[in-house]
C-alpha cells in the first residue's frame, strides 16, 4: 500500500466533494476545481473524508495512487485556504503594474511587456517590485509564476530579473581588471 495514498483526506468545514463518473468535483469558499480520477484508483467518500484504493499492486498502479491523493489533498486545500506564490524584481527600472487581468512589465527591453493572467489567477503588486499571485489551483498557480518568471531570468552576474521571492541566485565574479 502507498504510504502517502492510504491517507485519507480530511474536508475541512465548507468544502463539498462529489464524485461521479471518473470525475471529482470540489468545492469551496475559494472556487470550484474539477479532476479526472486516474484509470485503476477508486476515490470513496466516507462523511467528510475520502480515501482512495487502487486496483493492482503494480508500480504504475502505486504511482497513480499516491500522485492520486496528493492532487485531491492539493484540490481541497485550494478550495479552502487557497495557494499564493511571490515573484520579486530586481533591476534599475524594471518594475510591475496591474492592468486590468493583466500585469505590465517594465524590464529593461525596449518595450514594455505585458502577461495575460489566466482564468482563476489573481495578481497583487506590491511597492511595484512585488508580485503576489494568488489562486485555488495548484499547478494553474505554479505555471503561471513560471511563465511569468521566464520572462526575464535572474541573471548570474548583477542579479538583475524577476526570481521566486525565496530564490538563491548564485552570483558569479565578472571579469577580472586588468592591470
Known amino acids: ?84 506564490k511571490k515573484l520579486s524584481i530586481q533591476g534599475v527600472g524594471y518594475r510591475a503594474a496591474i492592468k486590468g487581468q493583466a500585469i505590465g512589465l517594465t524590464l529593461g527591453f525596449s518595450h514594455p511587456v505585458d502577461f495575460p493572467l489566466p482564468v482563476g489567477v489573481t495578481a497583487k503588486v506590491d511597492g511595484n517590485t512585488t508580485i503576489v499571485l494568488q489562486s485555488a489551483d495548484k499547478a494553474l498557480l505554479g505555471d503561471t509564476a513560471a511563465k511569468i518568471r521566464a520572462i526575464r531570468p535572474p541573471e548570474p552576474y548583477q542579479g538583475k530579473g524577476i526570481r521566486y521571492s525565496d530564490e538563491v541566485v548564485r552570483r558569479k565574479a565578472g571579469k577580472a581588471a586588468a592591470k
Open 1 to 84: 500500500m502507498s504510504r502517502l495514498g492510504k491517507l485519507p483526506v480530511e474536508l475541512p468545514s465548507g468544502v463539498k466533494a462529489v464524485i461521479a463518473q471518473g470525475l471529482i468535483n470540489v468545492e469551496g469558499p475559494k472556487g470550484k476545481l474539477k479532476m479526472e480520477i486516474p484509470k485503476g484508483i477508486e476515490l470513496v467518500l466516507e462523511g467528510t473524508k475520502i480515501t482512495s484504493r487502487r486496483s493492482s499492486d503494480t508500480a504504475e498502479q502505486k504511482a497513480r495512487h499516491g500522485l492520486a491523493r496528493s492532487l485531491l489533498a492539493n484540490m481541497v486545500k485550494g478550495v479552502a485556504q487557497g495557494f499564493e
